[in-house]
Every structure is written in structure tokens, then in C-alpha cells.
């Protein structure tokens, strides 16, 4: 399950609409070993593509560096779709390359419904997982 | 001396679960197959019949070696490699 505030995911769905047609990428950084997502950080599409995405090789540097010193991790990893479902190809499956982050898709091809999903992608095993927003999770 | 590689979350299995090891070389060629030595299958995993494979980012200190001529860039003692895997993928 990946537990994303509100405002959380309302910030990735602004960026997937802004980008459309091309497709929006980027991650929410949280704490190391912590599974809560909490800076949210756009990425630049180096490939500008409505198909195709990839972060810029020198942004994602400067970001890596910025987590390792703040000792946090990509807990969510997003990118959007502009025409099809939100659910991984093929493509997403061959290159996911963090099996502990939380990968969400958006798909903007409709302009007026939302269409937003969690996965993780494990050795090229797709599960999809539940999104649940912390203020509606039952007080501990 | 060395040469510090960085290693990212995905490739620690080659390394005993390291985060960073040392390596040597005049070049980046050099030292990814002074690496896969002692820690086996690295380099398939990072080059391929035509150079550095597409979708993963090696930067030496604070360049992406591709500007800096790829396998070929040199490296030398003191200087700091970072392998991530590209983020990547799309609708196609």
C-alpha cells in the first residue's frame, strides 16, 4: 500500500495536466528505510515526449546527491501516460530499476477524470497496490 | 589511492551489498574491468557490444562520462565514478 497525503498527489496530477502532451516525470523523496513519501520534486523529461520519458542524466545526479545527504530515498517514483491507461508497458517494466519504490502512473488522456495507480515493479513483476490518503487511515 | 565507484541500490548484489567500492585504471574501460574481478558480472550489467549500455548513467565526479568520451574517458586516483540507473520508460 502507499500511503501519499493529499496534497501530495494533487501536486503530481498539476504536473502530469501542465506537461500533457508530453509525458511528466518525477519523484517524492522520504526518509530512508521510511515509506513515507514527502518532498515532491519534478523532473525534467530530457526526451520531451508524449511516448517516452527519461530523466535528465545531470538533474538526476544533483537530486541523487541531494537525497544521499539529506539520507532519503525515491519512495515514489511517477511519471504520466497522455494517451493510454495508467498501468506499466512493457517499457516502464524493462527499465524500473528501484524494487523499493512505490511507481505511479497518471494517465491525462481524458481531460476531465483522473486516472491514478500504484505499482511495484519487481523483476518484471508488475503488483498494483492500493493508495491510501494518511487523514483517511484509521488513528493508530 | 583509489578510484571510488559509487554503487546504486540495484547492482549491490555484485558488490556484497557495498555501497561504495575501490577500483583502478587509466580509464573507464580500464577500471570497470578491474572491478568486475572481484565483484563478477558488474561489467555486463554496465557495458554492452556498443559501449555503455543506454539506460545507465555513469558520472565521473560531477559529469556524465558520455561528454567525456565514454569507456574511453580517463579516470585517475582520487577521482569519484557514480553509476544510477536511468529513470525511464514511457506509454511506448
Known amino acids: 500500500m502507499l500511503t501519499l497525503p493529499g496534497e501530495l498527489r494533487a501536486a503530481i496530477i498539476a504536473h502530469a495536466r501542465a506537461d500533457h502532451p508530453d509525458e511528466a516525470c518525477g519523484i517524492i523523496a522520504g526518509p530512508a528505510g521510511s515509506d513515507r513519501p514527502q518532498r515532491f520534486i ?34 515514489v517514483i511517477y511519471h504520466s501516460h497522455t494517451a493510454t491507461e495508467a498501468y506499466p508497458s512493457r517499457t516502464d517494466v524493462a527499465y ?36 491510501r490518503d494518511p487523514v483517511d487511515a484509521a488513528p493508530e | 589511492m583509489a578510484i571510488e ?54 558520472y565521473l565526479n560531477d559529469e556524465d562520462v558520455r561528454f567525456l568520451g565514454g569507456l574511453e574517458a580517463p579516470v585517475k586516483d582520487g577521482d569519484t ?12
Do not use: C
Open chain 2, 5 to 58: 565507484v559509487r554503487i546504486p541500490t540495484i547492482l549491490r548484489n555484485y558488490t556484497g551489498g557495498a555501497k561504495a567500492v575501490e577500483g583502478s585504471g587509466d580509464t573507464l574501460d580500464g577500471l570497470i574491468a578491474d572491478l568486475d574481478e572481484r565483484y563478477s558480472g558488474l561489467r555486463e550489467r554496465l557495458v554492452d557490444d556498443s559501449g555503455l549500455r543506454r539506460f545507465v548513467n555513469v
Open chain 1, 96 to 131: 524500473a530499476s528501484e524494487p523499493e519504490a512505490h511507481y505511479v502512473l497518471v494517465s491525462t488522456r481524458d481531460p476531465d477524470e483522473v486516472e491514478f495507480r500504484s505499482f511495484r515493479i519487481v523483476d518484471g513483476v508488475v503488483t498494483e497496490e492500493e493508495v
Open chain 1, 42 to 75: 519534478p523532473m525534467i523529461n530530457a526526451e520531451r515526449s508524449p511516448t517516452f520519458y527519461r530523466f535528465d542524466s545531470m538533474e538526476q545526479l544533483r537530486v541523487w546527491r541531494e537525497m544521499d545527504d539529506a539520507d532519503e530515498e525515491p519512495v
Open chain 2, 81 to 92: 565514478v557514480t553509476v544510477l540507473p536511468a529513470v525511464a520508460g514511457g506509454a511506448r
